[in-house]
């Protein structure tokens, strides 16, 4: 298979629309919070391998981490923001807010990778993951076949 397959470990909702149907699956996702902020991710096949791309602006590239399990390629990340403020008048108001961030994202690979020259590049909030093929895998031009006789 040449397409990346992406691993869904929610199992919840698969269980909702079996037991309930469809309709009331579609009650409890309209009406659910939002429980993480998984970020948009492009996967492109071109001659040479695959690339990934994940929108996550606003982290810096110490926050990701890429894990390889068998063919399993795992993108995860996870941030920790803290601000206080003091407020300048007398009243010694001290303000501390503070977030966590964190997604995780798995990919099977296809067998036609070359998985140890996965390379991957942190810029203007978007990580690309470069995956190439192996040499065999790629597709070969057609070229013309002589006939002797």
């Known amino acids: ?11 919840l909702p698969s269980l909702i629309e079996n037991f309930f149907g469809r309709d009331m699956n579609d009650f409890f996702n309209s009406n659910a919070p939002a429980i993480s902020n998984v970020p948009a991710v492009n996967v492109v096949e071109h001659h040479d391998g ?27 990340a996870y941030q920790e ?23 995780q994202r798995t990919f099977t ?12 590049n942190y810029t203007d909030g978007v990580l690309k993951i470069e995956i190439p093929k192996r040499e065999e895998a790629k597709v070969k ?9």
Do not use: C, W
């Not at 690979?109 to 991957?120: F, K």
């Not at 031009?141 to 006789?149: C, L």
């Open 1 to 11: 298979m040449n397409s990346l397959i992406r691993s869904n470990n929610n199992q």
């Open 50 to 76: 695959f690339r990934i791309e994940v929108a996550a602006p606003g982290l810096k590239k110490e926050d990701f981490k890429l894990n390889l399990n068998h063919n399993n390629l795992t993108i995860s």
């Open 81 to 103: 923001t803290q601000k206080e403020e003091q407020d300048k008048s007398n009243e010694k108001y001290t303000r501390r807010e503070f977030s966590y961030s964190s997604f």
């Open 109 to 120: 690979l296809p067998t036609s990778v070359d998985a140890d020259n996965i390379q991957a």
């Open 141 to 149: 031009p057609p070229r013309q076949i002589e006939i002797g006789g």
